[in-house]
């Protein structure tokens, strides 16, 4: 049949349809390398299939008292919270000095990998890799065409927590950081607004989702993911990246 009639794939967000910005079709990688002035992006809808994704939350939500299925995360208080016993992932709820006050982040976090990372005046102390976070990791090291060393791994309860704008930009992570970014449960927007400027990108992160970030992106734009009240359900992000200190 003639390829007159074969649609264009197009990635499911608008992308500015003016000079700089593009976006091709990479049938190997089955995604979307998608390019913006200064940045690089490839964006895989269905990376991780459901088999693999569900059992990526359940086994990062595993634990000793609560079904990680139905659980409430949001109506356990704080003391109760710190008492449950994960079996896979050592989530801890860190806290930030703000305006002198001690101010705990608004989702719960945990660090893997081989390197310590400090951002926002919070060092954060590797704990060693297990089989689960080597598979994603060497899955995407792969398409990433690099070899992360360590991974932020954040869990939003629900549309309540969230991330502010930010850029990975810490001296650590090089000048032109690639940064691989996995989505695991709830679809959540991840919005990218360029510096100094009003234009916005908003990219939907669905079950399985992946995101490479790459070129001048950390130095020109900023990424956050904002409350989404209507959201009710868990989500699990996992940054990768390559740490590079000499200790």
């Known amino acids: 049949m003639s390829d007159l009639f074969a649609t264009e794939k197009i990635p499911p967000f608008e992308i500015p349809k003016k000079e700089g910005y593009s976006s091709k079709w990479n049938d ?52 109760k919270l710190s008492n449950v016993r994960f079996k896979n992932i050592d989530w801890q709820h860190d806290k930030l000095k703000m305006y002198g006050k001690e101010v705990f982040l608004p989702r719960y ?27 994603i990791k060497n ?21 309540e927590d969230y991330m502010n704008w930010h850029a990975d930009d810490e001296p650590e992570l090089g000048k032109n950081p690639v940064i691989g970014s996995v989505n695991f449960g709830e679809i959540r927007d991840f919005i990218i607004r360029k510096n100094g400027s009003l ?40 940054t990768f990246r390559i740490i590079n200190t000499t200790d």
């Open 28 to 79: 190997k990688l089955k995604g979307f390398d998608i390019k913006i002035p200064h940045g690089k992006i490839l964006y895989a809808e269905h990376f991780f299939n459901k088999k693999i994704s569900d059992r990526s939350i359940e086994y990062f939500l595993e634990n000793n008292s609560n079904d990680w299925r139905v659980a409430d995360w949001r109506n356990l208080d704080r003391e």
């Open 109 to 135: 976090s945990a660090w893997y990998g081989d390197k310590p990372y400090t951002y926002s005046g919070l060092t954060l102390q590797p704990k060693p890799w297990d089989k689960r976070l080597l598979y």
């Open 139 to 159: 899955a995407i090291d792969k398409i990433a065409k690099v070899r992360f060393n360590s991974v932020l791994m954040n869990w939003y309860r629900d549309g």
């Open 199 to 238: 234009e916005k990108i908003t990219i939907p992160l669905k079950h399985g989702t992946l995101l490479v970030m790459g070129g001048e992106l950390q130095h020109f734009w900023q990424h956050c993911i904002p409350k989404r009240k209507k959201s009710k359900q868990a989500r699990l992000n996992l």
